[in-house]
């Protein structure tokens, strides 16, 4: 039992999203220290929408830090 979780856990951290090590060392040469502006390419979050600016909770915000 132990040697099949073992090799679960090998298999699943080996997987990756790119297909061949050209792809990967392509992605590093555009982007070496991993950060790209386009912050939607990264945004794994189920639902997404943590790229969106939300004025109405900035000003309460801003209200709540700077306001009595």
């Not at 073992?6 to 951290?13: C, H, K, S, T, Y």
């Not at 950060?35 to 945004?43: A, E, F, I, L, V």
Request: aromatic content about 6%; overall charge negative; some cysteine.
């Amino acid at each position: 039992m132990r040697a099949y979780l073992l090799i679960a856990i090998l298999v699943a951290g080996c997987s990756s999203d790119h297909n061949s090590v050209r792809e990967r060392q392509d992605d590093a040469l555009r982007d070496p220290m991993n950060y790209s502006p386009d912050t939607t390419r990264h945004n794994d979050i189920t639902g997404g929408g943590t790229a969106d600016f939300n004025s109405d909770g900035m000003k309460k915000d801003l209200k709540s830090v700077f306001g009595p």
